[in-house]
């Protein structure tokens, strides 16, 4: 599970309750996984084989509730739309661009074996291999 399980911060022993990103006390990271993508950028793709790559779009958004700072899921079409949060009940609107928003990652759902990949917000416009069948995958920068 991608998100944070509640218990005491390993960084400063305060007690945090579940799916926050940060730390309130400390701000340390508390999900780890935020670090782990489904997908791979591929050391070397030969030209033969850019055929294969599919192009696809982002599914929606990994992102950090602005008001209470847990991992949310947002799908891609609420974008520009005010949105509530299922923890805080604070509601925002959900701007991608936004300065006030942290998008951590996206979900695309992989052309080739079905799965659903989470990737860092980087790796939008990006070629990359899917970690569950080894597909080619274009992520495209259908963002705004
Ligand atoms: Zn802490
Ligand atoms: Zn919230
Ligand atoms: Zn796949």
Not at 12 to 34: K, S, V, W
Not at 108 to 128: I, M, N, Q, T, W
Request: contains cysteine; charged residues 25%.
């Amino acid at each position: 599970m991608a998100t944070w399980p509640g218990g005491a911060c390993p960084n400063c022993g305060e007690y945090m309750p579940q799916a926050l990103i940060h730390c309130q006390t400390c701000r340390a990271l508390l999900n780890d996984e935020l670090e782990s993508d489904s997908v791979e950028v591929p050391e070397f793709v030969p030209l033969r084989e850019i055929a294969t790559m599919v192009d696809v779009e982002p599914g929606g958004f990994f992102i950090g509730c602005p008001i209470c700072d847990r991992e949310l899921r947002i799908n891609r079409k609420y974008e520009g739309e005010r949105v509530q949060c299922n923890f805080c009940s604070g509601q925002f609107l959900f701007d991608p661009e936004s300065q006030q928003i942290e998008t951590i990652a996206f979900y695309v759902k992989c052309a080739h074996c079905s799965e659903e990949l989470r990737a860092a917000r980087k790796y939008l416009g990006a070629k990359v291999v899917c970690k569950h069948c080894g597909g080619k995958l274009h992520f495209r920068e259908g963002v705004k």
